[in-house]
């Protein structure tokens, strides 16, 4: 597995202020010559040593989770899309259908569209509620979506008087507000974290209990693979991780109780830091 960023205070670079910090990366990329030392960071450390394929690190139980989280993104993407799209080609004369035909049909993926958003919010919460750009905008296509189809269906029925129109416009109604509860849901969650919750450390916390993290035989083994390391090549890896969090800092992505804290770990042990989320 390849690194994107040459070091560690790139990557601060170009990290974005609104995500949350990954303090396994921060030191993994700083350790990329390293894959002997990244490979004990964790699970992620694991990934990041490239010592294990994502099919070998999955059971099968994962993999279906997984696929079933890529149908939930799917299908609340694409179903309002497709209601949009079967009420605008008659609309707007690219092809015709009868409205009795595009109603249900539109009332049908807006059925689904509302299943899926609200399908997705909750595999979001289980998931740990984090902010995700990909997920927020799959709900604010939702919320445009049906927006457009319920103003569409509404011109239908009140025009045509057609039967089952009301069901439709119920469903259109339904989809926009599933979609707009869980985009507002994700927004709130993201806004009202403190700056500390967006470091995934809590700066209040006891220092001690950053302790009980990753004590014992498995530092003391830590600290043998670093002082393995040539001392230049130590130096060169601390600097370049206390770099990378004095970019954080100065882009305010993290705080001083927090930058103080990650600096105050030993080299090779920032991955800690992530374990007390």
Same mark, same amino acid.
Do not use: N
């Given at each position: 597995?390849?690194y =994107?960023?040459?070091?560690?205070?790139?990557?601060?670079?170009?990290?974005?202020?609104?995500?949350?910090?990954?303090?396994?990366?921060?030191? !993994?990329?700083?350790?990329?010559?390293?894959?002997?030392?990244?490979?004990?960071?964790?699970?992620?450390?694991?990934?990041?040593?490239?010592?294990?394929?994502?099919?070998?690190?999955?059971?099968?139980?994962?993999?279906?989770?997984?696929?079933?989280?890529a149908? =939930?993104?799917?299908v +609340?993407?694409?179903?309002?899309?497709? !209601?949009?799209?079967v009420?605008?080609?008659?609309?707007?004369?690219?092809?015709?259908?009868?409205?009795?035909?595009?109603?249900?049909? *539109?009332?049908?993926?807006? %059925?689904?569209?509302?299943?899926?958003? /609200?399908?997705?919010?909750?595999?979001?919460?289980?998931?740990? /509620?984090?902010?995700?750009w990909?997920?927020w905008?799959?709900?604010?296509?939702?919320? *445009?979506?049906?927006?457009?189809?319920? %103003?569409?269906?509404?011109?239908?029925?009140?025009?045509?008087a057609?039967?089952?129109?009301?069901?439709?416009?119920?469903?259109?109604?339904?989809?926009?507000?599933?979609?707009?509860? +869980?985009?507002?849901?994700?927004?709130?969650?993201?806004?009202?974290?403190?700056?500390?919750?967006?470091? %995934?450390?809590?700066?209040?916390?006891?220092?001690?209990?950053? /302790?009980?993290?990753?004590?014992?035989?498995?530092?003391?083994?830590?600290r043998?693979?670093?002082?393995?390391?040539?001392?230049?090549?130590?130096?060169?890896?601390?600097?370049?991780?206390?770099?990378?969090? !004095?970019?954080?800092?100065?882009?305010?992505?993290?705080?001083? +109780?927090?930058?103080?804290?990650?600096?105050?770990?030993?080299?090779?042990?920032?991955?800690?830091?992530?374990?007390?989320?």
């Amino acid at each position: 597995m390849g690194y =994107l960023h040459a070091d560690a205070r790139s990557w601060a670079q170009d990290h974005s202020p609104l995500a949350e910090v990954k303090f396994t990366q921060l030191e !993994a990329t700083a350790f990329q010559r390293h894959p002997e030392i990244v490979e004990h960071f964790g699970l992620q450390g694991v990934v990041m040593a490239g010592r294990h394929d994502r099919s070998t690190r999955m059971s099968p139980r994962q993999r279906l989770a997984l696929m079933f989280f890529a149908v =939930l993104l799917l299908v +609340a993407f694409f179903a309002p899309i497709t !209601a949009v799209a079967v009420m605008s080609g008659d609309r707007f004369g690219y092809y015709f259908i009868d409205p009795e035909q595009s109603l249900p049909i *539109a009332a049908f993926c807006l %059925t689904i569209g509302a299943l899926g958003q /609200a399908a997705l919010f909750v595999a979001w919460l289980v998931r740990g /509620a984090r902010f995700t750009w990909v997920e927020w905008g799959v709900h604010l296509v939702g919320v *445009a979506m049906s927006l457009i189809a319920l %103003t569409m269906i509404s011109a239908v029925v009140d025009l045509d008087a057609i039967a089952g129109g009301g069901q439709a416009r119920l469903w259109a109604v339904v989809s926009l507000a599933v979609a707009g509860a +869980a985009a507002l849901g994700m927004l709130v969650r993201f806004r009202v974290r403190p700056l500390e919750a967006r470091s %995934t450390v809590d700066a209040d916390a006891d220092p001690g209990e950053d /302790a009980e993290v990753g004590t014992g035989a498995e530092a003391d083994a830590m600290r043998g693979r670093v002082a393995a390391l040539p001392a230049e090549e130590r130096e060169a890896i601390l600097a370049d991780r206390d770099a990378a969090l !004095a970019v954080l800092r100065e882009r305010r992505i993290i705080s001083d +109780a927090t930058l103080q804290r990650a600096r105050a770990q030993e080299l090779g042990m920032l991955y800690r830091l992530d374990a007390r989320r």
